[in-house]
């Protein structure tokens, strides 16, 4: 197979060694679904002439972009939890009396298979619109054997049918459904006991709980994680958004790819997760949307070293945005992380977040998902919000037509 190359390129690689992995006037050389060189064009090693040539004319190009938190899959929306929101009720106070998640639960277990697809992919073309070529996606609003699995099979159709890469999240305990009230032992022993089949069917990369007072209790969530391990699946967890549990402490202890959202995160915490070489995965979108006034501890995770993405965390509830660019934005403006780490956090450290090797920079040997942009440097992408400047998306060294 002749290689393709991409050249007259501004290039940020996000590979390690220089700031933004920079290079100046780039060239990709692109075989098959992979990189076979990158580097400065004047330094393109002789070789066989490549069987096509694209002049980027000085563009910007960067890693594809990973949305390495998202609960795509749902039906109904929130809005008028919003409305009382609004009026004053709070997040738990809306859970605690039947609504937030578990409206949504009831609203997903309505949705025939094929709305639940409909709607998701129409949400899903959004996030790739802006360059995202990789996607994690829970399930956790079916909540019940044959529900869960619906929804995970949705997002797998998502990944056949739409240029994404999609990476599922089995989140079977997310809340507790009305027909296990006051029986949450019990939920939990069903839920550990879907996994296997779960996994039999090919439905499932990793396993998340929602460890917090409207969810569950560190005893319930080990008891998930046992199950997960057993099975050899990695996990991740919903971690210290409302509360400080100790969930991080307990993911790190499993070695967790990741944990979610982390504003009430203690100092234990920090340096358990550093230990296990555990992803803090920061939402903003959450915490804009919730109006939370308790930071993710950013200088505490920047100083252990402890890596830091960011991602959409799109829901119906607490994040119902559907830009990962305004993400970059909300990560300068509100955890105040520099642009290169909220650029990192959305490829590298999201690559990390889902065990993937192969992507999040663009290096020889790693997968050929780029992005070409109208603008001069990635740093310009944090600043303007609102703002879609995605010319060009290369996924597996194929282009995609922009939806
Ligand atoms: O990541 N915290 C729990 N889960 C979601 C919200 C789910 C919902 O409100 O529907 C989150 O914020
Ligand atoms: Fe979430």
């Known amino acids: ?208 709980a929602f460890c917090d007072t409207i969810g569950f209790t560190p005893a319930q969530t080990e008891r998930i994680f046992l199950a997960a391990r057993h099975l050899g699946l990695p996990v991740k967890l919903h971690a210290e958004q409302l509360s400080d549990q100790g969930g991080a402490a307990l993911a790190a202890r499993f070695g967790a790819f990741s944990c979610d959202h982390l504003e009430h995160l203690s100092s234990e915490g920090v340096a358990a997760m550093r230990k296990a070489g555990t992803v803090a995965m920061l939402l903003p979108g959450a915490y804009y949307f919730l109006r939370e006034t308790k930071l993710p501890p950013v200088a505490a995770l920047r100083a252990a070293g402890v890596p830091m993405a960011i991602a959409s965390d799109h829901n119906p509830g607490s994040s119902p945005g559907l830009s990962l660019l305004l993400m970059l934005n909300m990560a300068c403006t509100l955890f105040r992380l520099t642009p290169e780490e909220a650029w990192r956090g959305v490829t590298v450290d999201a690559a990390r977040a889902l065990g993937l090797a192969d992507r999040g920079m663009l290096a020889a040997g790693l997968r050929a998902d780029f992005v070409v942009w109208d603008a001069a440097h990635p740093r310009d992408l944090a600043y303007r919000y609102g703002h879609n400047p995605c010319l060009r998306i290369i996924r597996g060294g194929v282009e995609t037509i922009r939806p």
Do not use: N
């Open 1 to 208: 197979m002749t290689p393709t190359l991409w050249q007259h390129a501004r290039i940020a690689t996000l590979a390690p060694g220089r700031p933004w992995g920079w290079i100046d006037d780039g060239a990709l050389l692109v075989q098959g679904d992979t990189l076979r060189w990158v580097g400065p064009l004047a330094e393109l090693p002789a070789g066989r002439p490549p069987d096509a040539v694209h002049d980027l004319g000085g563009a910007l190009v960067t890693p594809g972009l990973i949305d390495a938190h998202t609960h795509l899959v749902y039906g109904g929306d929130r809005a008028a939890e919003f409305e009382l929101r609004l009026q004053g009720a709070s997040y738990e106070e809306i859970a605690r009396a039947g609504g937030g998640i578990l409206a949504t639960v009831a609203a997903t277990r309505a949705a025939s298979d094929d709305e639940l697809f409909a709607s998701a992919a129409a949400r899903a073309r959004a996030l790739v619109s802006e360059g995202v070529t990789t996607i994690e996606i829970k399930s956790g609003y079916g909540l019940s054997e044959a529900h869960e699995a619906r929804c995970l099979a949705v997002a797998r159709r998502l990944g056949r049918e739409l240029p994404l890469t999609v990476r599922t999240t089995s989140l079977a305990a997310h809340a507790l459904p009305p027909e296990y009230a006051g029986r949450a032992d019990d939920y939990i022993t069903d839920a550990c006991s879907w996994l296997a089949g779960q996994q039999a069917q090919g439905l499932v990369d990793a396993v998340d």
